[in-house]
């Protein structure tokens, strides 16, 4: 995980638009990684994961917040309970020490699946 200079300052994540971009996809529950660009952008009712093209790879409407993070600028976390085609799960947004991490954790047929996300860079909308 690198260093995100992309942040503006005082962003509250339940308020406003934030693209994540990503170049790493680790795939916790097989232990597999796939290097691949990919972005996430979260909004107040929903977070969607994109694929390099353009097109949507995972879509979730947020449930509801666990917790807070009032300026995504510092230090923080913030967990969203969502839903995505009658899967659950949680999403993890966090930053310790200028290193922000990604993390997807969904119910897909019964399995529980984690994807983490080397998160590269952080951009309001």
Known sequence: MSFVPGVVLSQNILTSSVEWKSALTTISSSNSSVNENTRVVSTPTQITWYNE???????????????????????????????????SGTIHFSKTQGVVQLSVHIIEDLDSVIYDLTVTTVNVL
């Open 53 to 87: 093209d353009g097109t949507v790879k995972k879509q979730f409407a947020i449930v509801k917040p666990l917790g807070s993070w009032s300026d995504i600028s510092r230090d923080g976390y913030i967990v969203f309970s969502v839903n995505s085609n009658g899967d």
